[in-house]
């Protein structure tokens, strides 16, 4: 089957640096995409992966080793208002988008 | 650019009745639009996805009976909940995929749904 990991909840300090990793056994691959989600919002891209290596976005980074089915985004000086779902989601060999639970992160003055 | 809309953004019904979202693409054309559940703290659900005049695509367990989705142009996708209950109160999101680039979706801000 199909299968996105990545953890329920982090807790960070505001401007530090936090890594949320994913996981993905997919039938195929086309791309992974990280996107941020606040309460009650919809989704909005944050990055798009599709060969090795990291791609970086200003204070975001998202990284992707397709050897070893991982990711994490990487977010750097956190700000309060970076408390938020991340969710991970992989493309798979049909283009249909699989997505991960996502990851609450919670972010302390 | 790559605005896709929602109406309503909530809506209270009885139960028994029916609901009609619409979502557009404001500024591109959508080859493929989908339609996405979400429970509190859950994550999204892809119900059903949608190609512009053809019959929509159901995720198994998504009744096509009572989420009657239409696709009747390429800028936009209606979702009718039939004979709603409260079990299918829900944050509803639909997102629009152009078929070019990297086959990003654009998602729409949501509707929330309270059956009462």
């Known amino acids: 089957g199909q299968n996105i990991d990545q953890p329920t909840e982090m807790t960070a300090t505001e401007g530090a640096i936090v890594q949320i990793n994913c996981t993905y056994q997919?039938?195929?691959?086309?791309?992974l995409f990280w996107y941020q989600q606040h309460a009650g919002e919809a989704p909005t891209f944050l990055s798009y992966?599709?060969l090795d290596g990291l791609e970086e976005k200003g204070r975001f980074s998202s990284f992707l080793s397709r050897s070893k089915g991982y990711s994490y985004l990487l977010l750097k000086e956190l700000q309060m208002k970076d408390s938020a779902s991340y969710l991970c989601?992989?493309?798979?060999?049909?283009?249909?988008?699989?997505w991960g639970a996502g990851t609450k992160l919670i972010i302390k003055p | 650019g790559a605005v896709v809309s929602q109406h309503p953004s909530w809506v209270i019904c009885k139960s028994g009745t029916s609901v009609k979202i619409e979502c557009r693409s404001l500024?591109?054309?959508?080859?493929?639009m989908f339609w996405y559940r979400q429970f509190p703290k859950q994550s999204l659900m892809l119900m059903a996805t949608?190609?512009?005049?053809?019959?929509?695509?159901?995720e198994q367990g998504v009744e096509k009976d009572k989420f009657l989705i239409n696709h009747a142009s390429l800028t936009l996708s209606t979702l009718t909940v039939t004979s709603a209950h409260p079990e299918d109160s829900s944050f509803y999101i639909c997102?629009?995929?152009?078929?070019?680039?990297?086959?990003?979706?654009?998602f729409g801000p949501g509707t929330r749904l309270t059956v009462t």
């Open positions: 949608s190609n512009e005049g053809s019959k929509a695509t159901y």
């Open positions: 500024d591109f054309q959508a080859t493929t």
């Open positions: 997919t039938s195929g691959f086309n791309g």
């Open positions: 997102s629009a995929r152009t078929g070019q680039g990297f086959y990003e979706q654009y």
């Open positions: 989601a992989v493309m798979d060999s049909n283009y249909q988008l699989i």
């Open positions: 992966n599709v």
